[in-house]
């Protein structure tokens, strides 16, 4: 019998609600696979300032450390907006933990589930093609986390910077990681720059060619970033790996996430080389419907099946949720971010109660 650790970062909004069916989901799997899985509660984000002052209380990372994964529902909220000092807001606590844990590399699958194909907001004859792509975003580097400045000018008022820095060590890891997943699926990466202006993206690219050369199994393509833009809309099917830097992936992977139909349903992994990798949905704290058993739980369901994959390595468990997901959502019972006219409409527990009996 196999015993994993799992950090659950709750969080605020519908945090709660979806990590609770979530949880509900991996005890089913434990059950009927044989494994055991122990929870620590961490606290982290809005609920954190409001119990401790600080979105981001100390000795989190070391808690984290010492499970074998993370699972983080959502936090943030207008109650803890931007007029707060930055130790409490939750979007500070959301970016230390990544840069403490070493998450240097986010994974978004975007891809449209079967029973849902019309959810897609693209004309049918392009979403009809297929979308199943995966986004790797390097994440714990570039303009996010540069210099900033801020002045004054002695003739043009204020004026602001922020340094757009990246290694080749940066580039390299996140390369890799990108050409490691295509192997494990259609064999194809695409590296997004904007390397016809910018001097990080001419170091990017020449990275990635470098590593590609590496992996001749693979087929390898550059592409600018405004025209992957324009390329996610008109002919997403042709992608398979998309790899790039942070705040690229930040823009894209949300126009990705769009192209699939609900944000209720997408779920994210964040991983580095050593520490446990953090799940997530792509959805935020959706303060709008918290606490009213509205929320889509599948995103964050999804998110423990890629911790099953990607963290323990457990394929059929894995794939044993995906399936029930799509058999649930075949079956017409949808929540209400997806519901149709002829749909059964269900609230977040029902919704965790079929998955599982699904299993
Ligand atoms: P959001 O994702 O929370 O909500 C956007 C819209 O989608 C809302 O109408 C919401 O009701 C709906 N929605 C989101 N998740 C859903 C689900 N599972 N089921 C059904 N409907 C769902 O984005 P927002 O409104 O821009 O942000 C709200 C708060 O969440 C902000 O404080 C933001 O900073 C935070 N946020 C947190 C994370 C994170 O924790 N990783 C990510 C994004 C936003």
Same mark, same amino acid.
């Given at each position: 019998m196999s015993h994993f650790?799992?950090?659950?970062?709750?969080?605020?909004?519908?945090?709660? &609600?979806?990590?609770? &069916?979530? !949880?509900?989901?991996?005890?089913?799997?434990?059950?009927?696979?044989? $494994? !055991?899985?122990?929870?620590?509660d961490v606290l982290l984000g809005g609920c954190a300032t409001d119990a401790v002052g600080k979105s981001y @209380?100390?000795? %989190?990372? +070391?808690?984290?450390?010492?499970?074998?994964?993370?699972?983080?529902?959502? !936090?943030?909220?207008?109650?803890w907006g931007s007029t707060r000092p930055a $130790?409490?807001?939750? &979007?500070?606590?959301?970016?230390?933990?990544?840069?403490?844990?070493?998450?240097?590399?986010?994974?978004? @699958?975007?891809?449209?589930?079967?029973?849902?194909?019309?959810?897609? @907001?693209?004309?049918?004859?392009?979403?009809?093609a297929g979308i199943d792509l995966m986004m790797v975003r390097e994440l714990t580097g570039g303009v996010y986390f540069g210099k900033r400045d801020k002045y004054q000018?002695?003739?043009?008022?204020? +004026?602001a910077t922020d340094?757009?820095?990246?290694?080749?060590? &940066?580039?390299?890891?996140?390369?890799?990681?990108?050409?490691?997943f295509a192997m494990l699926r259609r064999k194809k990466v695409t590296s997004i720059d904007k390397a016809n202006v910018l001097e990080t993206s001419r170091l990017w690219r020449s990275v990635m060619h470098r590593? =590609?050369?590496?992996?001749?199994? !693979?087929?390898?393509?550059?592409?600018?970033?405004?025209?992957?833009?324009?390329?996610?809309?008109?002919?997403?099917?042709?992608?398979?790996?998309?790899? %790039? +830097?942070?705040?690229?992936?930040?823009?894209l992977s949300d126009e990705a996430?769009?192209?699939?139909?609900?944000? /209720?349903?997408?779920?994210?992994?964040?991983?580095?080389? %050593?520490?446990?990798?953090l799940y997530e949905p792509i959805h935020g704290s959706a303060p709008d419907i918290a606490g009213q058993d509205k929320a889509n739980p599948i995103a964050t369901i999804l998110s423990v099946a890629m911790m099953l994959r990607y963290s323990f390595q457990l394929m059929e468990e894995a794939e044993a949720i995906e399936k029930a997901v799509d058999e649930v959502l075949a079956l017409g019972w949808h929540t209400g971010d997806? =519901? /149709?006219?002829?749909?059964?409409?269900?609230? %977040?527990?029902?919704?965790?109660?079929?998955?599982?009996?699904a299993i």
């Open positions: 650790k799992i950090a659950l970062i709750r969080g605020d909004g519908i945090g709660p &609600e979806v990590v609770n &069916e979530a !949880v509900q989901v991996m005890d089913r799997i434990g059950e009927k696979f044989g $494994h !055991v899985f122990a929870y620590t @209380p100390d000795g %989190t990372a +070391e808690i984290c450390r010492s499970c074998d994964a993370v699972l983080l529902g959502a !936090v943030g909220g207008p109650k $130790h409490e807001r939750p &979007e500070t606590a959301l970016l230390a933990i990544r840069k403490d844990l070493g998450l240097y590399a986010n994974l978004r @699958p975007a891809a449209l589930r079967p029973a849902l194909a019309d959810a897609s @907001p693209l004309r049918k004859d392009i979403s009809a000018t002695s003739d043009r008022g204020m +004026e340094l757009m820095a990246y290694s080749e060590m &940066e580039i390299e890891r996140i390369g890799r990681k990108a050409f490691e590593l =590609a050369s590496e992996y001749p199994e !693979v087929c390898y393509e550059d592409m600018l970033v405004d025209n992957c833009a324009m390329q996610l809309v008109k002919n997403p099917g042709q992608f398979d790996v998309v790899v %790039t +830097e942070n705040m690229f992936g930040d823009i996430s769009m192209i699939t139909g609900s944000i /209720g349903l997408l779920p994210s992994a964040s991983i580095g080389d %050593t520490a446990p990798g997806i =519901a /149709g006219d002829t749909d059964k409409l269900v609230g %977040t527990r029902e919704m965790g109660r079929l998955i599982c009996s």
